[in-house]
């Protein structure tokens, strides 16, 4: 299957503080990519849909900019939470799908948050 | 609307047993696909399963099969001969044709297999 790469896995800061994560397609083309948040032990939240050259589309109740998302590329697309404050603290997971692979979502291995 | 429901928080299986792992939705589209989806406690969301719903056919890859009953509305996944390593949070998720790209996700179920 299709290969999507989330970095860093693990992110510990300081309230106040930005912080980037970055979802990659290492061997397809991610016409779209999705961003999850994860609260644990409870199912995925969609944040935000990024289709590449375009702005993000985001879920009702997410605020857009605290969550910026960019989809510079067709293999990356990232996530940047703006001044992040400790109920920012949670797992988040991208997830992309492309060309070829019908309807199968392939996702990052998650970023877990941490902010002091 | 689209709504996905997994009603079993958790379940218990012996190893080499198959198990039984519910979802039912709800979506008015006529045209939906169903996934499944393995969450080990690493985090990683790993890809199992897909069913269309126009497919005759229930969906089957390797140990698992989906169990589709369009009429009732159930996509349940079936996990025969589970081995340790199936211990992890399944999710079903669902996407519809008037949803575009949203995939909506069930609450998911935990698995044990014991040895």
């Known amino acids: 299957g299709a290969v999507v790469s989330q970095h860093p896995s693990r992110v510990i800061c300081k309230s106040g503080t930005s912080v980037k994560i970055e979802c990659r397609s290492l061997?397809?083309?991610?016409?779209?990519m999705f961003w999850y948040r994860q609260f644990p032990k409870k199912s995925l939240m969609l944040m935000a849909t990024?289709?590449?050259?375009?702005?993000?589309?985001?879920e009702q109740g997410v605020e857009k900019d605290k969550f910026l998302i960019n989809h510079a590329s067709l293999t990356l697309s990232t996530l940047t939470v703006t001044s992040a404050h400790p109920e920012d603290s949670s797992f988040y997971i991208c997830s992309a799908r492309g060309p070829g692979w019908g309807e199968k979502l392939f996702f990052g291995s998650g970023t877990q948050l941490s902010v002091l | 609307a689209q709504k996905i429901t997994q009603t079993q928080p958790g379940m218990f299986v012996q190893e080499k047993e198959a198990v039984t792992l519910d979802c039912t939705y709800d979506t008015s589209d006529p045209s939906y696909g169903l996934f499944w989806y393995k969450q080990p406690s690493s985090g990683e969301m790993i890809f199992l399963i897909y069913?269309?719903?126009?497919?005759?056919q229930n969906a089957t890859e390797g140990r698992y099969s989906l169990n589709f009953q369009k009429a009732r509305k159930s996509a349940n996944l079936v996990i025969s001969a589970s081995q340790l390593g199936d211990s992890a949070m399944y999710f079903c998720?669902?996407?519809?044709?008037?949803?575009?790209?949203?995939?909506?996700f069930g609450t998911g179920t935990s698995l044990t297999v014991i040895p």
């Open positions: 990024s289709n590449e050259g375009s702005k993000a589309t985001y």
């Open positions: 061997d397809f083309q991610a016409t779209t």
């Open positions: 998720a669902m996407r519809g044709a008037s949803t575009g790209n949203q995939f909506y």
């Open positions: 069913q269309g719903s126009y497919d005759q």
